[in-house]
Each structure stands twice: as C-alpha cells, then as structure tokens.
C-alpha cells in the first residue's frame, strides 16, 4: 500500500508505505502546515474536473493498491490503472464511470454510495451524530457503533471490469 497524501497534497515526492514513516513525516511537516490555509492543500470547486496531470504517474505504476481522497488521487491518476485497487471516498457516478474507463479492477469506498455518490467520513459522522440524541459529553463511542451497525454503514467493494 502507498499512501499518496503528501504526493497528491503538498506534491511533495513522498510515498508513505509505513507508520513510522508516517509519524516522522508528520513530526516534521505538521507545525508548518497547520498555519497554511485549507486551498492550499486541497483543489475547491473546479479545479475538481480539471484533468489529471500525468506529474506521478510513477506512484500508480509502483503501486498494487492505492489509497486517499478521491480528489487528490485523482488530480495524478495516469489513463491506465489495470489490475489496480483504489480504497477512497467522496466519488460521484462520474468518477465511477471515469475509473472504469481507464481498467480500474476495484474501487472500495469507505462509506456507502448513496444516489450515486460515497461521500466523505466527515458528512457520515456528522449524520451519526445528528441521529444520535444526547448532548456530546454524554455520547459513547457503542452509541456511535450502535449507530453504524443499525444503519447499516459498511465499505463498499465495486469489482469493476
């Protein structure tokens, strides 16, 4: 697994393939960027539909399993993605169309597609948490898994070809 989020984020040559990677990285960058505004980090409005840049294509080849923001994973994805797993969220039908015509063999969405679109964990905890009536300091985390498991929210798996 490569997680892409400082390539797609920053465009920084930095694959993550590990925690302790991770935690080094983020020793390192995270007291600069948390004083950087929200558009730096991430594309807004239509700068979502431009067509992605081919600048990393390497990381996809490199790579059995992808996993990110759809957003940003999308802003280097290469034409071809054969025999490649995608683990994302916040997807709309066109995207869907979109990876399966450039050969993606599955997409797994972390919330559940709902009128043709996963949206992101953040919408599916506020709805949890709207749908739970306590006030906040009373809210258990089985309250939350309650939640879930009555709904249900479960990952979606699409095999796509």
């Known amino acids: 697994v490569t997680f892409g989020d400082f390539i797609f984020t920053l465009g920084l040559p930095i ?15 995270l007291p600069v960027l948390t004083q950087v505004p929200f558009s730096f980090f991430y594309d807004l409005g239509e700068q979502q539909e431009e067509e992605p840049s081919s600048k990393f294509a390497h990381y ?3 790579a059995d399993i992808i996993v990110g923001d759809f957003i940003q994973v999308r802003s280097n994805m290469p034409d071809d993605l054969t025999g490649k797993i995608i683990i994302t969220n916040t997807t709309t039908a066109r995207n869907f ?3 399966q015509e450039r050969n993606l063999r599955i997409l797994v969405t972390t919330t559940p597609r709902l009128e043709g679109r996963s ?5 599916m905890e506020a709805v949890c948490r709207c749908l739970v009536d306590k006030p906040d300091d009373q809210i258990t985390d089985a309250d939350i898994v309650g939640l879930i498991e009555r709904i249900p929210l479960k990952p979606q798996v699409h095999v796509m070809g």
Request: charged residues 25%; aromatic residues 8%.
């Open 15 to 29: 694959p993550v393939r590990g925690m302790r990677a991770l935690h080094i990285i983020a020793a390192l960058l």
């Open 60 to 62: 996809y080849e490199d």
């Open 97 to 99: 169309e979109e990876l």
């Open 119 to 123: 949206f992101g964990t953040n919408v």
